[in-house]
């Protein structure tokens, strides 16, 4: 009996609808729908609710010692520290040589509270530093995206493929 009621209500409703409208207008507004839909994931709305909360990469990240892996610029670094190895933050130690291809993550800085896109550059040359050993992958992508893994040895395009630590140098704030 109530299968019969929700027939007939369907009847009626489709029956309506084809009074009311046209093919032409039921056309027009489906490729309205089909022409708007993909703007939708653009729009602001949800990466502001996603930046709100902090990941626990975020949470304790400092940016007093470079020496140390919760240093907010090394979200998505793996490997020795040039910082531990003679070299800066972002060059690195005398008898290396960079990369010249890297992988980038977006880091937040607690002390300004924005985001940050970071080139990850491995120095190569010399035998691996092997201090300062880290490993963050918060910001790591999978190898289908080669230039955000953090587990390839970025040598390329350098005299040797031998790698030594991994430095990095900040691009731009990101948006």
């Not at 400092?62 to 979200?75: A, G, I, L, P, T």
Request: aromatic share 10%; with cysteine; hydrophobic share 30%.
């Amino acid at each position: 009996m109530a299968r019969f009621e929700f027939d007939k209500f369907g009847d009626r409703f489709s029956r309506g609808l084809a009074n009311r409208t046209s093919r032409r207008s039921m056309l027009a507004r489906l490729g309205v729908i089909l022409v708007a839909a993909p703007a939708f994931p653009l729009l602001p709305i949800e990466r502001k609710a996603q930046a709100a909360e902090l990941t626990e990469f975020q949470k304790k990240a400092q940016s007093k010692d470079d020496k140390e892996c919760n240093y907010w610029r090394y979200c998505a670094i793996d490997g020795s520290l040039c910082t531990c190895c003679g070299g800066g933050v972002h060059t690195c130690p005398p008898g290396t040589s960079p990369s010249l291809t890297s992988w980038v993550g977006t880091c937040y800085n607690p002390d300004d509270k924005r985001s940050y896109l970071i080139a990850y550059h491995d120095c190569c040359g010399s035998s691996s530093c092997g201090q300062c050993r880290c490993d963050n992958t918060e910001a790591a992508m999978p190898t289908y995206r080669p230039q955000g893994n953090n587990e390839i040895i970025w040598c390329f395009g350098t005299s040797s493929m031998q790698y030594h630590c991994s430095t990095a140098a900040l691009v731009g704030v990101a948006t």
